[in-house]
């Protein structure tokens, strides 16, 4: 997270001591280290989600592709021959 995400008051009747004064800081602290977790984490997350949809659009190029590359294969392949075709051939070469 980039700069102040809020404000963290504290407030006492009488003038704390020095290990209660530490307190505070520690709280700072942990608090600081959650929010930079829950940032890391929401990253994560919406990185995951478009590595999800980028997963899905290269599925569907790949799919078409292999259409594609099936069709070109269909139409450039000769036919096969009729083997009544090479039997007439073989016999009127003669």
């Known amino acids: ?4 995400c809020g404000y963290l ?11 209660v004064q530490e307190l505070p800081a ?8 959650a929010l930079s977790s829950a940032a890391a984490h929401r990253r994560e997350h919406e990185a995951a989600l478009e590595l999800g ?8 190029t790949r799919r078409r592709l292999n ?6 294969e269909y139409h450039q392949l000769p036919a096969p021959a ?7 051939r073989r016999t009127s070469g003669r």
């Open 9 to 19: 008051v504290v407030r006492s009747a009488t003038r704390p001591s020095p290990d």
């Open 26 to 33: 520690v709280l700072v602290q942990h608090t600081a280290a």
């Open 67 to 72: 259409s594609s590359l099936s069709e070109l």
């Open 82 to 88: 009729d083997p009544q075709d090479r039997r007439s």
């Open 1 to 4: 997270m980039d700069g102040n």
């Open 53 to 60: 949809r980028r997963h899905g659009e290269l599925a569907n």
